[in-house]
């Protein structure tokens, strides 16, 4: 599962049957530009005086309903899904079409070997726009296609004519067979990992590239070597392209040079055509990695280097809603409500059932302790987790948010690259109508092999240094009876010494059956009003741990703070002990 947002994940819902260069020998010299490279990029006012030209082809790229509405007179309709497919096994999102199948999708636009064709973008979809044009590049006909900079806003602020008539059908083009070695595997960049000869880029934003986000893959962070281009930088705010100067600066500071060969990566290899765009523009040997890291991350015997441990994120049911209709999504979904009965009434489809107190044992007589590692191991892999795969966790939406927490900081504590937490859980799912099933899935036992299991747990040897130092910030997630002391089941009522007090439901808003997340401005803010801010050790406890999870989540997993700890079992165990402190 990824992101679907063009500018900030990227990425065409397309994909298919990977294109045959496994052995790929070095690339010819590249193929020569158009007259300058500024003519790859052409204005709008460049446009309105050539758009009546014998040869001109002009391709729209963008949301199919927009251009039915509205496009440049004579442009026609190009969807991504025409340009790439889906490779057999294991399925990647984007890959090329075989070279005569792509020349003949062009063809049937009325593309032919002395076409001059321009291509534009509506709406934010440059990187399908630049993927375009690397395919046509693929093809040969690079040095005869241009790009309209600012795609189609620029085009009507340049007071250009728009119409919603459809094109007459243009005559078959004709394409003479001339595809260029622009497109790399992994087994050939595995083999180049030293840097000699090649400036590797990954061209997704940095949280992706320094792993502190996964976009779905099974692993986060980066090609070891690779420096990191963000495709926005390529354009200015209005999407229009940079400078030669501006963008050789960029490059060169990743390690483009004379001699070296360029290779892009991104996501799945749409975003990076932004950056190959602009070293073909330059001049730049250029290729692209067009598997990407979906490829790169699910081989697990390819290198990855993070940087920053991979966070948990909320998952919109609208996004859930799409992948599960999707039989081509392969995920693990825990329902951990914790009432087998709401379970059994209708659960979402392929759903497996986790009760929380599965999660728990009496450690030393204390109720509700952390069970060892390896137990939890066996446990999850049993419900059919795997590192290759997503896993989303969803709780009732209501009063027992912190129950899908709770799993979610375990999950991390093995360092799954890609855990989602259902924003609303069922509560919401259910209410908006969409898809519940009473049938148990099918689970194939999974695998979190490698790596040891290590939480972040503070224990109360911690907790009493930090009641005596004052130099940790307590936080206790109950509600304000129990902070207080005027309620609670333990044998002594009260909070922590010098803790302050921020119930975990406070994060949350909307209506009590399917609560939603605060925007991450408003969680910003009552945290800080708390005086629970970024630069502070923060330890966070509650009665047993788990709503404690739901401020972990909260604050390292949404707002990004850096040092977080949960404190297990929390309350239950300090207030038996009588030698311990309470305010």
């Given amino acids: 599962m990824r992101p679907l947002w063009h500018r900030t994940a990227g990425a065409a819902l397309t994909g298919a049957v990977a294109l045959a260069l496994t052995g790929l020998a070095p690339a010819p010299a590249t193929a020569p530009l158009a007259e300058s490279p500024e003519t790859m990029v052409v204005s709008a006012d460049w446009l309105r005086q050539h758009l009546a030209d014998p040869g001109l082809v002009v391709l729209a790229v963008g949301p199919e309903a927009s251009y039915r509405e509205s496009h440049i007179p004579g442009a026609r309709y190009l969807s991504l899904r025409d340009i790439s497919t889906r490779s057999e096994a294991p399925p990647l999102s984007l890959e090329l079409l075989p070279v005569p199948v792509l020349d003949s999708v062009f063809e049937s636009l009325g593309v032919s070997d002395g076409s001059r064709i321009v291509i534009y973008w509506d709406g934010e979809w440059v990187t399908p726009t630049t993927r375009v044009w690397f395919t046509l590049d ?88 690779a420096k990191n281009v963000a495709f926005p930088t390529i354009v200015d705010e209005g999407d229009r392209f940079k400078s030669p100067e501006a963008l050789n600066a960029l490059l060169a500071e990743a390690g483009a040079g004379p001699g070296k060969t360029v290779v892009a990566y991104c996501h799945i290899g749409q975003q990076a055509t932004l950056v190959y765009f602009a070293a073909r523009r330059l001049g730049y040997d250029v290729r692209l990695y067009d598997g990407s890291f979906q490829d790169w991350s699910r081989r697990m015997d390819l290198p990855v280097v993070q940087l920053k441990q991979a966070r948990a994120q909320l998952l919109s049911t609208e996004r859930l809603g799409q992948v599960v209709s999707n039989p081509e999504w392969r995920m693990t979904i825990i329902d951990a409500r914790s009432d087998l009965g709401e379970y059994l009434q209708g659960h979402v489809p392929g759903a497996v059932f986790l009760h929380n107190e599965t999660l728990r044992w009496t450690g030393n007589g204390v109720p509700a302790d952390l069970l060892p590692g390896e137990s939890y191991r066996a446990l999850f892999e049993r419900l059919g987790v795997r590192r290759d795969r997503p896993v989303v966790v969803y709780g009732a939406g209501g009063a027992n948010n912190f129950h899908a927490t709770f799993v979610t900081w375990l999950l991390k504590g093995f360092d799954h690259p890609t855990v989602y937490l259902l924003d609303g859980g069922y509560g919401k799912w259910a209410e908006e109508g969409r898809p519940v099933t009473q049938k148990y899935p099918k689970v194939e036992p999974g695998s979190l092999a490698g790596g040891k299991f290590s939480l972040a747990l503070a224990t109360t040897a911690d907790v009493q240094r930090a009641v005596e130092r004052r130099d940790v910030l307590l936080v206790d997630a109950r509600p304000p009876a129990q902070y207080s002391g005027q309620a609670g089941p333990q044998l002594r009522r009260g909070h922590l010494p010098g803790a302050v007090n921020h119930p975990w439901i406070t994060d949350l808003a909307g209506e009590p059956a399917k609560w939603i997340w605060k925007p991450k401005a408003e969680l910003e803010s009552a945290y800080g009003a708390h005086g629970i801010t970024p630069d502070k050790d923060i330890i966070v406890y509650c009665n047993t741990g788990t709503e404690a999870s739901h401020l972990y989540f909260a604050l390292a997993q949404v707002l990004d703070y850096p040092r977080v700890r949960v404190y297990v079992p929390s309350w239950t165990e300090w207030s038996e002990r009588e030698d311990l402190p309470i305010e």
């Fill in 138 to 225: 693929r093809l040969g006909l690079g040095d005869r296609a241009s790009i309209l900079d600012g795609g189609l806003p620029a085009w009507v602020a340049a007071g250009g004519e728009v119409t919603a008539e459809a094109p007459a059908a243009p005559s078959r083009g004709r394409i003479t067979p001339r595809a260029r070695n622009v497109v790399v595997e992994a087994d050939w960049l595995a083999k180049r990992l030293d840097g000699a000869g090649i400036a590797l880029i990954d061209a997704r934003t940095p949280n992706f590239y320094d792993g502190s986000e996964s976009g779905g893959q099974p692993r986060a962070g980066h090609i070891p070597g």
